[in-house]
């Protein structure tokens, strides 16, 4: 399989030269040169299939001219070794949970899966490389946790300070080993920013080999499609028309999902939805793309104000807007609404979400308004526990705090701090 560019300015490369280029040099996203749909049967007998042998179905057509089966197999053991159950909270509504795996946010498998594939294609690449990554608050964490000890990869995180939870930092920060954390004084936004400047840079590129591990990175990307299937087989036996809503921020997870209904899987439709860093909804109600300066929500991890992988989406559909609106709404949340389906989501039926979950569910509710025969799935991105302090005062509850989020809470915080791109190139050159 051959990814291009989506500025058609570069030439076209393997997945491993996508995976440790990142971004084109053109800047242009890559993007798999052709989705070949897979067989009826395999959705017909889903129910059938281990999980690893699902991810391994799917994903397999966008590795194997650089990753052989028995890697592949390997890779996936050790990506895929938690559970994504969907539990029903409500009748015709179930949330998908992504958090069960080691930093209780579904980049895990991401990160991991990319870790997995860039250690084993830098055991013939010379030079050490290294993984340059922004985060509004998750990825920073599972990135981290993916790649810590992998060989021949370094790593390091940029994150807003005072804008990520102190669980999320903890978990960035508290690594050592090949993991370096910077704290940016500015946005999410701003760490992006300088992250793809730090690509395009000429002068730094010449002295060390860069790679990013965001989802623009195509082997963070696409496994993600692995939990929309993983989902299918737990509800297809419903026999009822998929829906599902996606708490959204950089658009990675959801245009996975895009991928995975390309892959020929049953979904009557996608919802994606955003807190009020709402350029996609905006977008979908006036067909104008108009990025902005992200906002600070308690869905941290969705404050995006200019989503990189929605140009994926769009593309997706050849930037057929009406293709693109058959398939896919999109909706805007504020805090206090986020708060009250916390608190509505609780008292019905029990259930503690978290602000990004709670924003999926608003968006599912609002879709099934006008679609109320259809199966809901929500996902629920984090574990409410990474949002301690907002699900405890809001629900009046006290959660109790897993094992993998025991082990980093004692340990001390270590960054460096900057605040201009400057700044970061001397680090990256010097350290
Ligand atoms: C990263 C993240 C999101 C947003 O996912 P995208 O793929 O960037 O749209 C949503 N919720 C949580 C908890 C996250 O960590």
Redesign the pocket.
């Known amino acids: 399989m051959k990814y291009y560019s989506l500025n058609n300015k570069a030439p076209e490369v393997s997945f491993k030269d996508a995976v440790i280029n990142g971004i084109a040099p053109d800047k242009g996203l890559y993007f798999p040169e052709s989705i070949t749909p897979l067989p009826d049967s395999f959705f017909d007998k889903i129910t059938e299939l281990s999980n690893k042998e699902i991810a391994f179905t799917a994903i397999n057509q966008f590795v194997s001219d650089t990753i052989p089966s028995n890697i592949l197999n390997e890779i996936l053991d050790n990506v895929l070794d938690f559970d994504f159950p969907v539990i029903e909270i409500e009748e015709n509504i179930g949330t998908l949970e992504l958090f069960h795996g080691p930093t209780m ?3 895990d498998v991401g990160a991991r899966f990319m870790a997995q594939c860039l250690g084993y294609f830098s055991k013939d690449v010379k030079n050490e490389v290294t993984v340059l990554v922004a985060t ?4 920073g964490g599972a990135v981290a946790n993916g790649f810590l000890g992998v060989d021949g990869v370094k790593v390091v995180i940029l994150y807003p300070s005072g804008k990520v939870s102190d669980i999320q930092e903890r978990q960035l920060t508290t690594l050592g080993k090949n993991i370096t954390a910077l704290k940016v004084n500015g946005t999410f936004d701003d760490c992006q920013a300088m992250v793809k400047r730090a690509f395009l840079d000429h002068d730094l590129l010449e002295k060390m080999k860069l790679t990013s591990a965001n ?1 623009i990175n195509v082997a963070r990307w696409l496994p993600q499609l692995f939990y929309f299937m993983f989902a299918y087989k737990q509800v297809k036996s419903k026999g009822k028309e998929i829906v599902f809503s ?9 245009c996975a999902g895009l991928v995975a209904q390309r892959l020929g899987m049953p979904v009557k439709h996608f919802v994606a939805a955003t807190n009020v860093n709402d350029t996609v909804p905006e977008f979908m109600r006036t067909k104008e793309y108009l990025p902005k300066p992200s906002t600070a929500t308690i ?1 941290n ?2 404050d ?1 104000g200019d ?1 990189s ?1 929605f140009i994926r989406i769009r593309h997706l559909f050849e930037d057929d807007f009406d293709t693109l609106k058959n398939n896919l709404s999109s909706y805007s949340f504020n805090d206090e609404e986020t708060r009250k389906a916390l608190i509505h989501i609780y008292k019905t039926s029990g259930y503690i979400a ?1 602000p ?1 979950g709670a924003v999926g569910y608003l968006g599912l509710k609002k879709y099934q308004e006008r679609h109320p025969n259809t199966f809901g799935i929500f996902l629920e ?2 574990h409410p526990v990474k949002f301690l302090d907002i699900v405890e005062e809001t629900l009046s509850v006290q959660l109790e705090i897993p094992s993998q989020i025991k082990k980093v809470m004692g340990k001390e915080k270590k960054s460096t701090k900057i605040t201009s791109y400057n700044e970061l190139k001397a680090f990256l050159i010097t350290s």
């Open positions: 946010a579904f980049k509004s608050g998750d990825t989802s996606v708490p959204s921020g950089n658009f990675g997870n959801i869905s991890a969705m995006v989503p992988n978290d990004h991105t984090a």
